[in-house]
């Protein structure tokens, strides 16, 4: 954000990256919305998101068959995580201002399966009577990224899209966080 060569797509003259009106993909830009030449800080998104999205993909593998039951449901989470993770390369390789379509696949091939995962996460605990904090954050996550997708589909563009992305993307790495957290202790439990 401090390497952004500045503007909005509301406001061309914003200086530097504004937090409520720029959208992350904006640090990916080849040339930022004021017309500067993004050298800096788009390899270094398009890198970091890429090497996100790789995580991801690791994340759903290392969930392993016995992380949920039935082993159906754990196998269609699976499908949909490394489909998720694989959007979010996509988005990384491909930016906004010059592959505009294929940074919008890699968009909708990270939301749209990751709230099929999320709503499965959630209807596997309600089934289970798993009330736990992942059960928050996958709830509010599920919410969040339902009025997002929603934003999306209506084709809204206004600085609340900005601020929604951004509620969305940092409740999706707590997600991952307590994800990673609940395969650890899996691992944990499995070697003692």
């Avoid at 990751?114 to 209807?123: D, E, M, R, S, T």
């Avoid at 563009?157 to 707590?174: C, D, E, G, H, R």
Wanted: glycine content about 8%; charged content about 10%.
């Amino acid at each position: 954000m401090f390497f952004y060569g500045g503007g909005t797509s509301w406001d061309k003259s914003a200086e530097g990256y504004t937090f409520w009106h720029n959208v992350l993909s904006d640090l990916g830009r080849t040339i930022s919305y004021s017309g500067v030449p993004n050298t800096v800080s788009s390899p270094m998104f398009n890198v970091a998101l890429s090497f996100f999205g790789i995580c991801i993909i690791v994340i759903y593998l290392s969930m392993g068959k016995n992380f949920l039951r039935p082993y159906w449901l754990m196998l269609i989470i699976l499908i949909g995580g490394i489909i998720s993770g694989t959007g979010i390369v996509i988005i990384g390789f491909a930016p906004d201002d010059i592959l505009s379509n294929y940074h919008m696949l890699g968009v909708w091939m990270w939301a749209l399966p990751l709230f099929a995962v999320l709503l499965l996460f959630i209807i596997n605990a309600v089934i289970n009577r798993i009330y736990d904090i992942l059960l928050f954050i996958t709830s509010m996550l599920a919410i969040a990224l339902f009025i997002h997708i929603g934003q999306g589909v209506t084709g809204m563009w206004s600085p609340i899209v900005a601020a929604t992305q951004k509620i969305v993307v940092y409740l999706n790495i707590t997600w991952y966080l307590w994800i990673c957290r609940k395969i650890s202790a899996q691992e944990i439990t499995t070697f003692s």
